[in-house]
């Protein structure tokens, strides 16, 4: 079992940066992929950021790429969320997730941590 804590959220300015970090507790944290998700009031959950386990190749949603950087930390066993030039539409809730040596699939996610970003 895998438990994820995400933390790093609060209130910003449009405009401003927040740095989101999700702590595993995973043995064997370098085999997992990474994964951030959020969701918005009466919306789905959508994809953000993910970090794969193998190379480190990093894939993002249209809507936050050149905006938002995904990284990580082994030796940590943390993975983080930069995220600059933030807009109201970023509000949501933000979601870490991890998937045992897998490109996409997730097994387990934190409880979240919210994020709002006022104009």
């Known amino acids: 079992q895998v438990q994820l804590v995400e933390s790093g959220g609060g209130l910003v300015q449009a405009g401003g940066s927040l740095r989101l970090s999700c702590l595993a507790s995973a043995r064997t944290f370098s085999s997992y992929t990474m994964g951030w998700f959020r969701q918005a009031p009466g919306k789905e959950r959508d994809f953000v950021a993910r970090i794969i386990w193998s190379g480190g190749s990093t894939y993002y949603a249209d809507s936050v790429k050149g905006r938002f950087t995904i990284s990580r930390d082994n030796a940590k066993n943390t993975v983080y969320l930069q995220m600059n030039s933030l807009k109201p539409e970023d509000t949501a809730v933000y979601y870490c997730?991890?998937?045992?040596?897998?490109?996409?699939?997730?097994?387990?996610w934190g409880q979240g941590t919210q994020v709002t970003v006022s104009s």
């Open positions: 997730a991890a998937g045992y040596r897998t490109m996409r699939d997730y097994n387990y």
